[in-house]
Structure formats: structure tokens, C-alpha cells
């Protein structure tokens, strides 16, 4: 064999690589954290809750995930967080998995800040961490991915996915009841298959489908980016000759399936998309394709947390409820965006 | 390896290969009638129309594209005793790098030369680490893999790049006679391959180096800058398929072409390509990435779930390297004989 043993040469050379890549990295980033374009929700003076309090530092620990929905989430937190003049905002990279987030955590507890906002790379795994920082005083405020155990978090604020296939199932049974469609032919293009959040999606859809009469006649399942959504609903297509409705989960992966539906001049059917990205809700208002809704999972929740995380460690309540602290749990109700509502919205897309 | 058996194995090369990688080839057509038939049975309605059986063909063959042309340069890799395990991650940032705002601005050409260059850029870099460096190619690759998605990543900010030029979103659309751009480009990619392979002295000189690199230095090749022409070669290709990826999902990003190491390596591997270097051929190869594309679309068609497809995809792979051990165990046996 020609195999050579990995030498000290090797070693260095290897190194020389990664270094090289991380700094070429550095260098040619044109990522743009323009704060004045994420979500946040501005000093208002008829809202109490935003008027200067005890000043606090929030610690914030998200994945650093390749995904846009990620992406907004860290830029939301980041913004809002500045939005207000007495929050110091601490973040700390989550690393890869989830031993390496908890480990950037331990570091972040030994500042001690006043209260932590964390979306964790698996809720079930982080869970311990945040039973810990509960007992060590510190109030942990769970961000989507929720923890099993009820005393690991002071507040959880997380999305709906079972709600969001309710919301597509519901906007696609109407809309095939007003076009007198009795047994339409639905397809869905899911996201991966391999995350519980994909499984309950489609099972609010399948749900909801069902109140109508209807069932999915085909679901594929791609990897929540472009060059899959576009092969799968190629193949998708192919399998449904004749199509009335499609729910695909997630419009990044949209841009592919918008794609493939194009190069296939297929136009016979209606498509709503999920998450809602600018670029859907552009789509939506400008009504020039088969996308006709979207079903909102969105990425302002990461600015709410940090505005809710601001006032548990400050001891306020939210201004226009009766109680003197915040909830414990927040689930968002998923949004459907529409040709009518889709300029309201907009500001929302990520 | 013993010396023995390298010598032993080149000479049922050159004598063997002719036969074997016909018979080989020809199961794999036997693969493509058998899902063609199981479809036919479960889907009737549809295999019973005759424009869209042609155009389900046009399909698979253009799902094969992208992944085609960059099995072409991991086949020659793979057959220089080599292995790339970056070409997914240099897809994606060859793919990121064309379509960021200022790549775009200098239009088509632009992009399809920021691709092409970053992708070549990118392989020889790998070549330089693997023959200079002397790196074992598994590690060198992986470590690009890391970097070059890391790299992808940070450019893009995590987004989704989406492309405005229409050039290249037409490049997919496009059809020449019925027959769709892409697959004509997989098709003079693979022509181009299999010259290069079979009638110049860099093809015969990639078989010379993957059977025995040493013998292949005394005979006088420069195995060093040879190799690193090898993992060049290779990135062009991931350059090219960027291109092309791009414009079927009209956008790239820094997670696109997940895996596609593993489809390309998989596809060579059940084309009769050997892992240990010095044999395989183009046509196989492609035979292998069009098996795959057809299962892709045989599981839409019959409405089952991805997991499935999964298993019986890594099944397939397990198969053809089993049998291609059993040929490969009597061949020798048949040499030692005498």
C-alpha cells in the first residue's frame, strides 16, 4: 500500500490547512449584521416595560448553524439586546454539539450574568445545564428547542411546529373546499426527516388535512436547502402528474422547489411555504408564481426572549398583564401570510 | 500489498478488463431495466405514457448531472490511488463563492469562473498538501471538507445566496433537440474523461501511479506533480457541478450538495472502480451515478419514505463491493494456478 504513516510533517501541514482556512475565512466574511434591519421591537413611550430599569447582563448561547433561520436568531437576540441602554448582552459560541456548548456555558455561568437566553443544540442533553444555572440563582430562558424537565428553565418561548402543518393544512383545505375540488391530489415536500420538529409539522398537516376529508397523496422529504428542495420536488413532480395543492416546510428550500416547479411549466396548483422568509413574502405580495401563503415559525422570537429576559432580571411583569412576573411558557401561534397581509409581515421575513 | 499481487493484478488488468468491466456495465443496465420494471408495476398509469416515461428519463438523467461531472474527477482521484472527500464542501463554496453579491456583478462570466477557479484553486491545494506535504489523502480531503464549508459558511453569513443572473438559471432550463443542457454537459464531461483516461499518457500514467506508485516513479513519472494534477482535476469538476447546481436550485448555500463525497465515491465504487487504485472506468462510473439518480426518483414515483431509499442505497453499495471482492479473489486464483 501507498499509505504513509501521518508523519510530524504531516501534522503541521494539516494544521497549516485549517489555519490558512480560518484565515482566508476571516478575511473575505461580508456578513452583514445591519441592526436596523432584524426584528426588533423600538423604545415606545406608551410601553412601560421599556422605560430604563436596574441594569442587567443577559448571556446568550446559540448553535452556529449554517442555516438562516440560525442565523436571524443570533442577529434578533443581538439587536434587541442594544435596543435597550441598560442590558449588557455576553454571547458565547455554542461550538458544534452540544459537549461543546455546555462547555462555553460553564464559562459563561462563572461571569454570572443576571439571567441566560439559550437556544440549545438539543434541549434534552443541555437540560442538566440548565437545572444547574436554575440552582445556582441564575433564571434560564429555554429558546425553542424546550427542556424535558420543568424546573431547568424560568421561561421557555418557542414556536409551533405542529401548529405551523395546522395553519398550511387548514389555508390548503379551504382554499381546495372554495374551488369545489372534492378529492384534490396534495403533495408535501418536508424538511429533514430526522428532526422531531419535521415530524410534528407534518402531523399538524396530515391533522388538519384530515378535518377536510383529505390526505397528503406524497411526501418527500429533503434537507431544508435549495439543491434538495429543487430534486425532490423534480421527482415530486414527476410522481404527480396533475398536482392541486403542496406544502413545503421551509422556503429557503423553497427557492429550489420554486425552481423546479418553474423548469417543469407547472402552474396547475397552489403551493404554501413555511417559516417565512423575505424572500416568500416577496413572492406572495407579488403573486407572479404558484406560492400563494406561507406558514410563519419566525425568528423574532429570539428578539421577545431577550426582551422578556430583560424583564425577569429586572423583577418586572409585562406591562399589560395583570401579573407582576412574566409567564412561564410562550408558544407562538404560527401566522399564515397572504397575497393580503403579506406588506404587514414583511418586516418579519428573515 | 505484496508485490506479488500487484503484478498479478496488472496483469489480469490488462487482460481482464475489457471482459470485466462489460459484464460489469451490463448488470448495471440489468439494475436500470429491473427499476424500470418494478415502476412499471406500481405505477402503470404513468410508465403506460410514453412522453412522460421519456421525460422521467430526462429527469433522472439531469438529477445525475451535477453529480456526474464531479464523479468524473473523483473517479480519476480514486484510480490514482487517491480519495476526495472535499468535493461536496467545494461544491458548496465554489457554488457561495459565484453568487455573492460581488461575484454576480461581473455577470455569468464572472460566476462560472469564480466557480471554476475557487474549485481548482481549492483541489490543488489539496493535491499540494497530499503529494508535497505528503498528507494521507483522507486526511488532507477531510480537513478541506471542514474548512472549505467553514469558509462557505462565513462568506455567505448563512444564507441562502440567491441568483439574479438568468444566464446561469437558464443553464438548467435550457433544452438542445429535447435533450436537456445539463445532461449534454455530464455528457461531453464524460467524454472528455474517458479520452483522457483511455488515449493520452496522463490516463495511462493515473493507472501507472494507482497500481504502484513507487514502480511508477522508477519508470520515470513524476508521481508528485501528477498527483496533484489529479486532485486538481478533481476540483474543476466540483467547480463545473457548482455551476451547474446553481442553477437548478437558481441559488447555492454554504450546507448544498450534502454528502455528495459519499454519492461520487459510492458511484465509482459500484461502476467497478477499485478503491485501492489502479483500475476503473468513466463509463462505469456513470452507470453508477444514474443507478442512484434512478433510485431517487423509483422511491418518489412509489411514494416511499427517504429512510428506505437509504438502506437500500448503502445495501447496493455493500453488494457491489462484495462482489466485486468475489471476481476479484477468483481472478487471482485463477493466476496462481499455474
Known amino acids: 500500500?501507498?499509505?504513509?504513516?501521518?508523519?510530524?510533517?504531516?501534522?503541521?501541514?494539516?494544521?497549516?490547512?485549517?489555519?490558512?482556512?480560518?484565515?482566508?475565512?476571516?478575511?473575505?466574511?461580508?456578513?452583514?449584521?445591519?441592526?436596523?434591519?432584524?426584528?426588533?421591537?423600538?423604545?415606545?413611550?406608551?410601553?412601560?416595560?421599556?422605560?430604563?430599569?436596574?441594569a442587567v447582563t443577559i448571556g446568550f448561547s446559540a448553535p452556529a448553524a449554517d442555516h438562516g433561520w440560525i442565523a436571524a436568531i443570533t442577529s434578533n437576540a443581538k439587536a434587541q439586546a442594544s435596543a435597550y441602554s441598560d442590558v449588557t448582552f455576553k454571547q458565547v459560541e455554542a461550538g458544534k454539539d452540544a459537549a461543546a456548548q455546555r462547555a462555553a456555558l460553564d464559562t459563561l455561568i462563572a461571569e454570572k450574568p443576571d439571567v441566560i437566553v439559550l437556544l440549545p443544540h438539543d434541549g434534552k442533553e443541555l437540560n442538566a445545564f440548565g437545572l444547574k444555572a436554575m440552582e445556582a440563582g441564575i433564571p434560564v430562558v429555554n429558546l425553542d428547542r424546550a427542556f424535558p424537565d420543568a424546573l431547568a428553565y424560568r421561561l421557555q418561548i418557542k414556536g409551533d411546529n405542529y401548529g405551523m402543518g395546522v395553519a398550511a393544512g387548514h389555508y390548503i383545505g379551504k382554499a381546495m373546499k372554495a374551488k369545489n375540488i372534492a378529492s384534490p391530489v396534495i403533495g408535501e415536500i418536508a424538511g429533514m426527516d430526522e428532526l422531531e420538529l419535521t415530524q410534528e409539522r407534518s402531523k399538524g398537516f396530515a391533522d388538519a388535512l384530515k378535518t377536510y376529508g383529505f390526505k397528503v397523496a406524497n411526501r418527500r422529504a429533503a434537507r431544508f436547502t435549495a439543491d434538495s428542495g429543487q430534486k425532490e420536488a423534480q421527482n415530486l413532480l414527476q410522481a404527480l402528474p396533475k398536482l392541486d395543492a403542496l406544502w413545503n416546510h421551509d422556503d429557503d428550500?423553497?427557492?429550489?422547489?420554486?425552481?423546479?416547479?418553474?423548469?417543469?411549466?407547472?402552474?396547475?396548483?397552489?403551493?404554501?411555504?413555511?417559516?417565512?422568509?423575505?424572500?416568500?413574502?416577496?413572492?406572495?405580495?407579488?403573486?407572479?408564481?404558484?406560492?400563494?401563503?406561507?406558514?410563519?415559525?419566525?425568528?423574532?422570537?429570539?428578539?421577545?426572549?431577550?426582551?422578556?429576559?430583560?424583564?425577569?432580571?429586572?423583577?418586572?411583569?409585562?406591562?399589560?398583564?395583570?401579573?407582576?412576573?412574566?409567564?412561564?411558557?410562550?408558544i407562538l401561534s404560527s401566522e399564515t401570510i397572504t397575497k393580503e397581509n403579506a406588506s404587514t409581515y414583511l418586516k418579519l421575513g428573515f | 500489498m505484496t508485490a506479488q499481487t500487484s503484478v498479478v493484478e496488472?496483469?489480469?488488468?490488462?487482460?481482464?478488463?475489457?471482459?470485466?468491466?462489460?459484464?460489469?456495465?451490463?448488470?448495471?443496465?440489468?439494475?436500470?431495466v429491473v427499476l424500470f420494471v418494478i415502476g412499471a408495476i406500481i405505477r402503470p398509469d404513468l410508465y403506460g405514457d410514453s412522453d412522460w416515461v421519456v421525460n422521467n428519463m430526462l429527469v433522472i438523467l439531469q438529477q445525475a448531472a451535477a453529480i456526474g461531472v464531479v464523479t468524473v474527477g473523483v473517479t480519476f482521484v480514486i484510480i490514482g490511488g487517491g480519495i476526495d472527500l472535499s468535493v461536496g464542501a467545494l461544491i458548496a463554496l465554489a457554488g457561495v463563492w459565484s453568487t455573492t453579491l460581488?461575484?454576480?456583478?461581473?455577470?455569468?462570466?464572472?460566476?462560472?469562473?469564480?466557480?471554476?477557479?475557487v474549485g481548482t484553486i481549492a483541489g490543488a491545494l489539496n493535491g499540494l498538501l497530499i503529494a508535497y506535504g505528503r498528507l494521507v489523502p483522507f486526511i488532507a480531503t477531510l480537513a478541506m471538507l471542514v474548512a472549505a464549508r467553514g469558509l462557505a459558511a462565513q462568506i455567505s453569513g448563512k444564507q441562502t445566496q440567491v441568483s439574479g443572473n438568468q444566464f446561469i438559471n437558464g443553464i438548467a432550463t435550457t433544452r438542445v433537440a429535447g435533450i436537456p443542457m445539463l445532461v449534454i454537459i455530464l455528457a461531453v464531461a464524460a467524454a472528455l474523461g474517458w479520452v483522457l483516461l483511455n488515449r493520452t499518457t496522463f490516463g495511462r500514467r493515473t493507472v501507472a501511479i494507482g497500481s504502484n506508485a513507487e514502480a511508477a516513479r522508477l519508470a520515470g513519472i513524476n508521481v508528485r506533480r501528477h498527483t496533484l494534477l489529479l486532485y486538481a482535476l478533481s476540483g474543476l469538476c466540483c467547480g463545473i457541478g457548482a455551476i451547474m447546481l446553481t442553477s437548478l436550485a437558481t441559488s447555492a448555500q454554504a450546507a448544498a450538495a450534502e454528502l455528495y463525497e459519499l454519492d461520487a465515491i459510492a458511484a465509482a465504487i459500484?461502476?467497478?472502480?477499485?478503491?485501492?487504485?489502479?483500475?476503473?472506468?468513466?463509463?462505469?462510473?456513470?452507470?453508477?451515478?444514474?443507478?442512484?439518480?434512478?433510485?431517487?426518483?423509483?422511491?418518489?414515483?412509489?411514494?416511499?419514505?427517504?429512510?428506505?431509499?437509504?438502506?437500500?442505497?448503502?445495501?447496493?453499495?455493500?453488494?457491489?463491493?462484495?462482489?466485486?471482492?468475489?471476481?476479484?479473489?477468483?481472478?487471482?486464483?485463477?493466476?496462481?494456478?499455474?
Open chain 1, 1 to 54: 500500500m501507498r499509505m504513509n504513516h501521518p508523519s510530524r510533517r504531516s501534522l503541521l501541514f494539516g494544521g497549516a490547512a485549517l489555519g490558512a482556512g480560518a484565515v482566508l475565512a476571516a478575511c473575505t466574511s461580508n456578513e452583514s449584521n445591519n441592526p436596523t434591519t432584524a426584528q426588533t421591537k423600538g423604545a415606545d413611550a406608551s410601553n412601560a416595560n421599556t422605560a430604563a430599569g436596574k
Open chain 1, 253 to 330: 428550500q423553497g427557492i429550489g422547489v420554486l425552481a423546479a416547479i418553474t423548469a417543469a411549466s407547472r402552474s396547475e396548483f397552489l403551493m404554501v411555504g413555511g417559516a417565512g422568509s423575505k424572500k416568500a413574502i416577496e413572492d406572495i405580495a407579488a403573486d407572479k408564481s404558484v406560492l400563494k401563503a406561507t406558514v410563519t415559525y419566525s425568528p423574532s422570537m429570539a428578539s421577545s426572549a431577550i426582551s422578556l429576559a430583560r424583564l425577569i432580571a429586572q423583577g418586572r411583569g409585562m406591562a399589560d398583564l395583570v401579573e407582576l412576573q412574566v409567564p412561564k411558557e410562550i
Open chain 2, 10 to 32: 496488472r496483469g489480469g488488468w490488462w487482460r481482464t478488463i475489457p471482459t470485466e468491466s462489460l459484464w460489469r456495465n451490463l448488470g448495471l443496465v440489468g439494475v436500470l
Open chain 2, 102 to 117: 460581488a461575484t454576480q456583478s461581473y455577470g455569468a462570466g464572472g460566476m462560472i469562473f469564480a466557480a471554476i477557479a
Open chain 2, 270 to 338: 459500484i461502476g467497478g472502480t477499485l478503491l485501492s487504485g489502479g483500475r476503473g472506468t468513466i463509463v462505469g462510473s456513470m452507470f453508477g451515478v444514474i443507478v442512484f439518480s434512478a433510485i431517487t426518483n423509483l422511491f418518489a414515483i412509489a411514494n416511499l419514505p427517504t429512510e428506505v431509499q437509504n438502506m437500500v442505497k448503502g445495501g447496493i453499495i455493500v453488494l457491489a463491493v462484495l462482489i466485486q471482492q468475489i471476481r476479484f479473489r477468483s481472478l487471482t486464483a485463477l493466476f496462481r494456478k499455474p
